[in-house]
């Protein structure tokens, strides 16, 4: 399985530089929680629960040389560990759901001495780490269900192994289905600006020997009039107690197109993606990154000089164009909203 | 006024080479039909009344040298031309459209002598693009209309000066419009995979000082969903009896999404644009062009080694998604099937 962050015994982060592919696979050592922040603001690691990993290891690499520290200095450099962590990119709710579960280890603890906070942060780290593989094989599971033999999958952007703790989300659906013997298709949407669909998705089904073809983001509705695709699965960077999912730019388009063809919409989140704070998709921040991911391309240029652009990384999708969440716990049917805080409620 | 193409009094061609915009402006000499015809397989002039207008002056360079040749030489020569021209691209009727008009001024004159009907064929090149600049111009008069003051436009692809014998279509009408001083902004979609809307529309706009953003295609649904677009205009490469529209791939899902936000489409063709033989937007042949249009990008590999990719060049939108059909003979409005026939019909 392809993990594309990772804590070595002797605590060094290991990552995949995800910026690279599909040309180059280059592994790099991290070993300060400065990297790490850096690694995920440049998308160097990238995909809502890889993200919460990252900062999870992040944030104990941050505190292990504190071995001698007092509980005072501890909690300082927590503090200091989720501002920094925590300030990288603001959409998916993942890297503060994995920064609070740090946090909170050390604020449920009051008896043990920072040595032994300290490994039990290592441990929280793994654990975050092995609980979203587990989640990624029983979203799986679940979401295989939902899809027929013969099938015809859209995906966008990378949903995939490297945008977890490995396996995958809306990806791992596409691998066991296709370990089922159902995928006739793919259709990958290259996804613009950053094309995480041509270089990553296209990358992780190319290992995999599942058949699929790389289209252009706006062919999506072509594809769809044309009957060539039978369902849409998504991953997702953040999902409100109603269902409004915030998730890679396109992915509104792509509901908007999916309920005029009458194609149903899969959304696959594990539950730290949830975030019942917020019941509004409107309320979600939406990450606007810099003009020239759209103005350029691999360093050239391909618009007028002083050309500007609008890039928003993140859409909001509202509920009542999602036909499932498939999460670790089940699937959430319509509508939404009610089967939500059943699921999320009732499970806590 | 841009032309993309024109004839020189001693009859050579003059073309931009639109592959090399925005970074470079080079005009090319043209001399043979066989070169035209390259010219328009490869991009080099591409927009659906710009394709006709070519091929109109490569029709022309083609015969202008049969002074002494016999009528019946003058007719093998017009079926190769023909079959030379018009299996370059199959999409865009204007190609077409023009062709038989060329061909017309021999079939309906068989009484001239071959020098005679060489220089009708000139003159008939040339009212091609002089009325195709009339065509535009009246367009964007009937089209800037139905536009209001502060108006934010979206448009597709390029559907400019240098898509038509000069001034444009759709952007014809954002010209007009921006010369009322209406337009607060144009939403330019960037259009994978040969970007004509990031390279060729923002080289237009930014010439002219009109304000415009570009944006990756995949953008446009979140930006309708923000409020932040009140009309959607774009060109066409070829429109149905009954009003379906094939243009630009991505035009029919910009028009699943206008519907759902109850935005205005507007499109802008001349009449040379309609293909009355056919009713069903079904019947019109698609282009598919080479899978490295989206697997590279300016020569670079995005994808992995082996993937495959699918590439229609257009799509079809049906007549129900569409608002306007702005012609230089009127507007045509809703029922288009009715009214189509009628400003067609009664004009001819």
């Known amino acids: 399985m392809i993990k594309p962050v ?7 982060i290991v990552m995949l530089d995800q910026r690279k592919l599909p040309l180059e696979e280059v592994w790099l050592k991290i070993n300060t929680p400065e990297k790490v922040a850096e690694a995920i603001k440049t998308l160097t690691v990238r995909g809502a629960p890889a993200i919460g990993i990252a900062a999870a290891y992040g944030f104990y690499i941050g505190v292990k040389n504190l071995t001698d520290a007092s509980r005072r200095k501890l909690e300082d450099r927590c503090r200091y560990l989720t501002n ?9 709710v993942n890297l503060f759901w994995a920064l609070k579960r740090m946090n909170r280890i050390v604020e449920e603890d009051t008896v043990s001495p920072v040595i032994k906070l300290i490994k039990k942060l290592r441990a929280e780290a793994l654990r975050i780490h092995e609980e979203d593989i587990e989640a990624c094989l029983s979203m799986a599971s679940f979401g ?3 899809i027929p033999k013969g099938v015809k999958i859209l995906t966008h952007c990378n949903a995939g192994a490297i945008a977890t703790g490995g396996y995958g989300t809306a990806l791992g659906i596409v691998r066991k289905v296709h370990e089922e013997g159902k995928v006739e298709m793919v259709w990958v949407d290259e996804t613009r600006p950053l ?7 296209a990358w992780e089904l190319e290992k995999e020997g599942i058949p699929y073809k790389v289209i252009c983001d706006n062919m999506a509705g072509y594809l769809m009039a044309k009957g060539m695709v039978d369902v849409v699965v998504v991953g997702a960077d953040r999902i409100t107690s109603r269902g409004d999912v915030a998730n890679k730019i396109g992915t509104y388009t792509l509901a908007v197109l999916a309920k005029h063809h009458n194609i149903p919409l899969i959304v696959a989140a594990p539950t730290s993606t949830f975030d019942l704070s917020l019941e509004s998709g409107d309320s ?7 003009e020239e991911e759209v103005l350029n391309f691999a360093g050239m ?12 990384a993140f859409d909001v999708t509202p509920a009542e164009l999602i036909d499932y969440i498939v999460t670790e716990k089940g699937v959430i049917e319509r509508p939404l909203c009610q089967n939500i805080n059943k699921l999320l409620k009732d499970a806590d």
Chains 1, 2 share one sequence.
């Open 284 to 290: 979600i921040p939406i990450e606007e990154r810099k």
């Open 144 to 146: 295989s269900r939902l």
């Open 84 to 92: 920094l962590l925590g300030s990288t990119r603001p959409t998916a």
């Open 6 to 12: 990772y804590l070595t015994e002797d605590d060094t």
């Open 195 to 201: 094309l995480q669909g041509a270089r990553l998705t």
């Open 301 to 312: 240029r391909t618009t007028p000089p002083k050309a500007h652009a609008f890039n928003p």
